[in-house]
């Protein structure tokens, strides 16, 4: 395929989509050939989970898993096309095929691949609970307000234990912002979010600390690993990001953009691929 014919297609695709794209040279050379759901451009369902997914005022994907996307889609010549989605909305776009693939700190769970492919591992996360007086256990929250995003893995695992007591919000802004105001006691995410928040000035008197195990919540037990959730009839696609995943890994890259958001680079140490069951 001619290169300078294959970019030419690309640039009418994203003028006509109104994407941001980057300035690529005449003679890039695609590190694979993919097929996507916007001929020209990767499609991303882009949760606003910072510091791991966010879409900028340009329309551009960044956070931690939007500047993986990034750095993936120089490699293959393609500018990002993300779409502003809620956690609850997000997989949906993947499996109706309106999305090549979501960020936004997903964890690679055994549940998820019966209906999606998984990525290979960009990080490890781990879930704290928030709150003003320091609580590290689930036990320590009964009777509280006790809030979560919708699409959290451990969603069911939380409901079973505080049943009302548990609000489901759309985005971890939103749930703060409740926090903050008092209409909220405490919140369960990962941990790396407030910590995050806290070094941008938010979130003061606040601590974040990291969930002790509680055989009520089995699906909330040690690190996670985290991926893209991806089309599951596309395995060209997914290969191709698994090969770019290990070459960033190899390269620096990820580690780099893991530093740049404030975590230790550490987490980037994922071991073999696996899933949360």
Known sequence: MNTRTTLSSIILTAAISGLALPAFAADCKPAHKIETVTPGAITVAAVNFPPYGEVAPDGSATGID??????????????????????????????????????????????????????????????????????????????????????????????????????????????????????????VETYAGTVYAQQKGAMAGFKAVILQPDPRAPSIAGAAQVGYPMRKDNTALLNAFNEDIAELHKNGKIKAIVQKYGLDPAVTDTGAPRLLQ
């Open 66 to 187: 939007g500047d993986i996307l990034q750095e993936i889609a120089k490699l293959e010549c393609v500018p990002v096309k993300a779409i502003p989605v809620d956690g609850a909305a997000a997989l949906s776009y993947v499996t109706t095929n309106r999305a090549d693939l979501a960020f936004g700190d997903w964890y690679r769970t055994a549940a998820r691949t019966k209906v999606m492919a998984l990525s290979d591992p960009l990080y490890l996360d781990t879930v704290a609970i928030v709150s003003k007086q320091g609580i590290d256990t689930l036990k320590g929250l009964e009777g509280m307000t006790v809030g979560t995003m919708q699409g959290n893995f451990y969603v069911a695992d939380l409901r079973k234990i505080f049943d009302q007591n548990l609000k489901l919000y759309p985005s971890l802004v939103a749930e703060q912002q409740d926090l903050q105001a008092g209409r909220l006691d405490s919140y």
